[in-house]
């Protein structure tokens, strides 16, 4: 995932070359105007596939921390239902926590950090997005201006 970013980093600084190479003259605009849909293009296909793989591993993500979900309701109450309301596994984690049962303690932290690194994958993907939305705005303005 981090060469997908990197690549798309790297197709946005040649988008903001041909943006700078706008403003040179009309001979640089003519090829920019040329060659920047094309570049527009390619990155929208790569943020797409981007979408794709990271949406892949939020699903993942999210099976993993339902498994985890239901391993500790059912440890924990002992009952083997899967129906947990948040207060009950807040009660569980205490409990945990109180009689110093390390192994369940350290399955809660790790749906915890789970859950954490789930939520920073979400934000660093709307960050991604919305830079590339950004590129593609300034150069739909700057095809527009010209």
């Not at 002992?78 to 569980?92: I, V």
């Not at 192994?103 to 789930?118: G, M, N, T, V």
Request: aromatic share 4%.
């Amino acid at each position: 995932m981090t060469s997908e970013i990197e690549q798309l980093r790297e197709d946005v600084r040649i988008l903001k070359e041909e943006m700078e190479a706008l403003k040179q003259g009309p001979d640089a605009i003519r090829i920019a105007l040329h060659t920047l849909p094309e570049a527009i293009a390619e990155c929208d296909i790569e943020v797409h596939q981007l979408d794709k793989k990271i949406d892949d591993v939020l699903w993942r993500v999210k099976i993993r921390e339902h498994e985890m979900m239901k391993k500790i309701y059912s440890e924990t109450t002992g009952d083997g239902k899967h129906k947990y309301p948040n207060e009950k596994l807040r009660d569980a984690e205490l409990d945990l926590r109180k009689k110093g049962d390390r192994e369940r303690a350290s399955l809660w932290d790790q749906y915890q950090r789970l859950k954490i690194d789930r939520e920073g994958i979400k934000i660093r993907h709307d960050l991604l997005r919305n830079r590339f939305k950004g590129a593609q705005y300034t150069a739909s303005l700057m095809t527009k201006g010209a």
